[in-house]
């Protein structure tokens, strides 16, 4: 079965410091990927998507990067954290079919 | 511009009650209407989602109701219980666009006992 893995589950770090968040799927191969950000008690709002290796399309322009250097890898990336980066960030995969399938997130608090 | 529009934003009922949920979309290229369902602190799941070319779908206790012309379509959960409460969304996807959800902005509902 699909699994995906995402950590770390929370982070608190200072704003001007970098991060990276990783996202890993299981079980199945060249999925497209997604990075989400949710604000509390807002929307999801997509910030990345991938469908191959190395394609990354960025959806809004921010501090933020994504990469993908494996198939089932996904990760999001920043050089320097700002407040506003705050947030519930969610990785999700589908492959063919229409269903997304969600990480369990991770909630980062930029200090 | 937010192509699915999500009403309401929160929503409060009784144990038994069947809360409603609505969202009207513009795009008639959208293919696919999910419904997803997120506790707090957790990624949505998906909960239950139609192809236009059907009018209702139902699973347990939960029903889409979807009209095409009206290019609406609501979530109808039966007998509500306490651990119904969470933040609903709903979607549409456009097959064509690299299969990316439009989400809707979220119902957060409560249940009481």
């Known amino acids: 079965s699909q699994t995906i893995h995402q950590w770390p589950a929370t982070l608190v770090q200072p704003v001007g410091s970098p991060l990276s968040l990783e996202c890993t799927v299981e079980?199945?191969?060249?999925?497209?990927l997604y990075w989400y950000r949710q604000a509390a008690g807002r929307g999801l709002q997509l910030l990345f998507y991938s469908v191959g290796i190395g394609q990354i399309s960025s959806e809004v322009p921010q501090n933020l990067s994504a990469s993908r250097p494996q198939d089932r890898q996904f990760i999001l990336s920043s050089k320097k954290l700002l407040l506003s980066d705050s947030g519930f960030y969610l990785c999700?995969?589908?492959?063919?079919?229409?269903?997304?399938?969600f990480g369990s997130g991770t909630r980062l608090t930029v200090v | 511009q937010q192509q699915v529009k999500q009403s309401p934003q929160s929503l409060i009922v009784q144990k038994g009650g069947i809360p409603i949920i609505n969202c009207a979309y513009e795009?008639?290229?959208?293919?696919?209407f999910p419904w997803y369902q997120q506790f707090p602190g957790k990624g949505p799941a998906l909960l239950i989602a139609?192809?236009?070319d059907v009018s209702e779908k139902k699973e347990g206790r939960f029903t889409i109701s979807f009209n095409k012309s009206a290019k609406q379509f609501s979530l109808h959960i039966m007998d509500s219980q306490p651990g119904d409460s969470a933040t609903y969304f709903c979607a549409a996807l456009n097959a064509g666009n690299n299969r990316k959800l439009i989400w809707g902005l979220g119902t957060s509902l409560a249940v009481n006992p």
């Open positions: 999700a995969w589908n492959r063919g079919g229409y269903g997304y399938t």
């Open positions: 139609i192809r236009p």
């Open positions: 079980g199945t191969s060249n999925p497209n």
């Open positions: 795009n008639t290229a959208f293919d696919y």
